[in-house]
């Protein structure tokens, strides 16, 4: 019999719990043909998430859990799940039941039928700002054309992976992560299934506008140097207009004379150049840092606690070969 694992990260999810909990059960239990495994990754809950989890997992096995030693983002969240996933394949859902879990048997048939890779696209975001929504779509058309791989608009990680997706997740150990970017980089069979996503149940969103564009900047800097490429170009560009403007006002000066004129001009190039300056020393300064953390080779996260039947993997170097 294959195993199925959904994997569900979880940060103050407390009032989600029961009635997720149902409708994954719900899930299984009339689909019997495979064995289920859930594993609920507490991402350092402030509230009672992880007691619900423990009590749960009391009353059915089929709940596993990884407690991390405190909140280190969903992304880091994912990673603690991949590795520790024991399924055949996996299908990854949020906690907050925004994900609609009735098209799981659709992802499962794709499964059967060879797909590796089955995502949900969004035909609508739910209960979201205007701006949020605006400003996901330019950014996804941005890093579209500043990366060389296809990152598809407005696909979360609600997805289903088969075992050999999930590996090659697992040896990608970057601290800085963009995992919608590297579901992609991987490759593999691929099916896109379109679905209409809920507003959150209950509680708000853990990810305000700050960790939106630290995502945001993420998932540029680790998929495309670009920018470097640009901050070249504007250097280049901006240097060839100031050789022509000083080759004018050479042959001015020694043809009519010195007039001390153009203060102003002088004014708003300086600015002018400071301010592409520190851009661009910005920029690089993006990529350094992140060379800096990458450098340090920290685990991605710690684990306090696990059960489960796999064995726990708090050591990230136990489950990769190409760091
Ligand atoms: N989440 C997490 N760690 C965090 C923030 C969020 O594990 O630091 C989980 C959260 O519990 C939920 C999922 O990631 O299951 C998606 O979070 P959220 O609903 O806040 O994001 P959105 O749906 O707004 O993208
Ligand atoms: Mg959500």
Known sequence: MRKVSILIPCYNEEENIPSLYEA???????????????????????????????QLREDDQRICYV?????????????????????DCMVIVDADQQDPLDII???????????DDIYAKRKSRGKESWLRKHLSLQFYSLLQKMSNIDIIPNVGDFRLLDRKCID?????????????????W????????????????HGKSGWGYGKLFGLAINGITSFSTVPLRISTCIG?????????????????????GDDVQGFPTLVILILFLGGVQLLSLGIIGEYIGRIYN??????????????GCGKSMSNPDQTTTAN
């Open 105 to 115: 048997p659709t992802m499962l048939q794709y499964w059967e039928e060879g797909y």
């Open 186 to 201: 991987i490759g593999f069979k691929k099916k896109e299934i379109i679905i209409d996503r809920a507003s959150r149940k």
């Open 294 to 307: 990458e450098s340090k080779h920290r685990p991605v996260y710690i684990v306090q606690e696990y059960a």
């Open 24 to 54: 994954v059960k719900q899930l299984m239990d009339s689909h019997t043909d495979y064995a289920w495994e859930v594993l609920m990754v507490n991402d350092g809950s402030k509230d009672r998430t992880m007691q619900l989890i423990r």
């Open 67 to 87: 407690d991390l030693s405190r909140n280190f983002g969903k992304e880091a969240a994912l990673l603690a799940g991949f590795d520790h996933v024991t399924g």
């Open 236 to 256: 280049l560009v901006i240097s060839i207009y100031a050789f022509c403007h000083l080759a004018y006002f050479l042959i001015k000066t020694m043809i009519f």
């Open 168 to 184: 090659e997740l697992c040896r990608m150990r970057e601290t800085e992560r963009y995992t919608k970017g590297l579901y992609c």
